[in-house]
């Protein structure tokens, strides 16, 4: 097990750079995410490390070995890929032991480890099929146990879960947690799907035109995003332009057309900056005479502009002043026609204060 560095990578391909200078400390057995929209580099970036895109320029290094230089059967790294390549005219055991064959491994030595790997992805038993006996999820498996089979120091994915449906995709979602954390394997997970990366992630790259915006754990990506791009990136989120009017004992106060906005910190920003503020809908609590705003949040009144009911929870868009609010309603008990007044509350906590942008 050793961890990936990569150290100021670029890939230009012609006049395209895909990779545009990008450093990054992926830690031993953990899984990290490189996420971003389309285009981004992610895969560029992933097939950099595999071995199969040869970098414009920098270095890529498992654990203290500098593999930069190295085909991809010399890396130690096993890649799933996103349509799975399985060889249909070979058994899933034969399909496994692929790896292993090519590595030219002694035949007990060989079974044990298919038997290993296919325990492992919980397809003990299967091992005679063909691919096309099996389902999405069971060939996604067996993509997964051939590349764990030879035991590499890296596994590679490659938005592993996108030609599955909705509810596969989630239990596959447990699954490789699971066998990530069994297997004890630096792993390399390359999506542009937020809830994937948040809910899996030990750390993630978000990435944008070929460089990395920020790295970090998911929730402080999520709750302490550093740019707009990140913010929106992750989840819904409502920017609001102000200037920093006060920074006191009171937290510091944005000046918003939303009326003024209430900042636990103030992200090394001093009164009259021009910034963005960022508050999340789940994070706007709706107040009431029952339930008032507690001590020092940031209060809003305005009018429901459109309202959608979801079951569980109500999606509002809400109008204050010259503003517009999206809100997260949780438990919504009654309808919010358009144009009923509505009160507001949110926590300094919640307020994240971002670069303004543009
Ligand atoms: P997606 O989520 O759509 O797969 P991505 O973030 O993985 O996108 P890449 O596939 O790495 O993005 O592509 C990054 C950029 O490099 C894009 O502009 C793409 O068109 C370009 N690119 C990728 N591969 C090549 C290639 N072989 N030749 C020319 N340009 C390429």
Redesign the pocket.
């Known amino acids: 097990m050793s961890g990936v560095t990569v150290r100021n990578l670029v890939k230009r391909?012609?006049s395209?750079t895909?990779v545009a200078g990008v450093d990054l400390e992926m830690e031993a057995g953990k899984l990290f995410f490189l996420l971003?929209p389309?285009?981004?580099?992610?895969?560029?970036?992933l097939r950099m490390i595999a071995g199969f895109e040869t970098p414009t320029s920098g270095s890529i290094q498992f654990g203290d070995r500098d593999v930069s230089g190295l085909p991809p059967e010399k890396r130690d790294a096993g890649m799933v890929f996103q349509g799975y390549a399985l060889w249909p005219h070979l058994s899933v055991f034969e399909n496994v032991a692929f790896g292993l064959r090519v590595r030219k491994t002694p035949d007990a030595e060989l079974r044990q480890r298919v038997g290993d790997a296919l325990d492992l992805v919980r397809m003990t038993g299967l091992g005679d099929r063909k691919p096309t006996q099996l389902s999405g999820g069971q060939q996604q498996r067996v993509a997964l146990a051939r590349a764990l089979a030879f035991r590499p120091r890296v596994l590679l994915l490659d938005e592993p879960l996108s030609n599955l449906d909705a509810r596969l995709r989630l239990e596959m979602r447990t699954e490789i947690r699971r066998i990530v954390d069994e297997a004890a394997i630096t792993t390399i997970y390359?999506t542009?799907d937020q809830e994937e990366a948040l809910s899996l992630a030990d750390a993630m790259a978000v990435l944008r035109d070929?460089s990395v915006i920020q790295v970090g754990p998911p929730r402080t990506l999520y709750d302490r995003p550093s740019s707009r791009f990140t913010a929106s990136f992750l989840g819904e989120t409502t920017f609001l332009d102000g200037t920093i009017g006060a920074i006191d004992d009171a937290g510091v106060r944005i000046d918003t057309p939303a009326g003024p906005v209430i900042a636990a910190d103030a992200g090394g920003r001093v009164t009259g900056d021009r910034v963005s503020v960022s508050i999340r809908p789940e994070a706007i609590r709706i107040v009431t005479d029952a339930f008032p705003a507690p001590a020092g949040w940031s209060r809003f009144e305005g009018t429901v502009g459109s309202s959608m009911f979801l079951g569980e929870t109500a999606e509002l868009d809400v109008r204050v002043a010259e503003a517009r609010l999206r809100v997260l309603e949780l438990h919504p008990r009654i309808d919010r026609p358009i144009g009923a007044a509505i009160a507001m509350a949110v926590d300094p906590a919640d307020v994240v204060v971002l670069p303004a942008e543009g």
């Open positions: 391909f012609g395209t895909a971003g389309s285009g981004c580099g992610k895969t560029t970036l390359v542009h070929g």
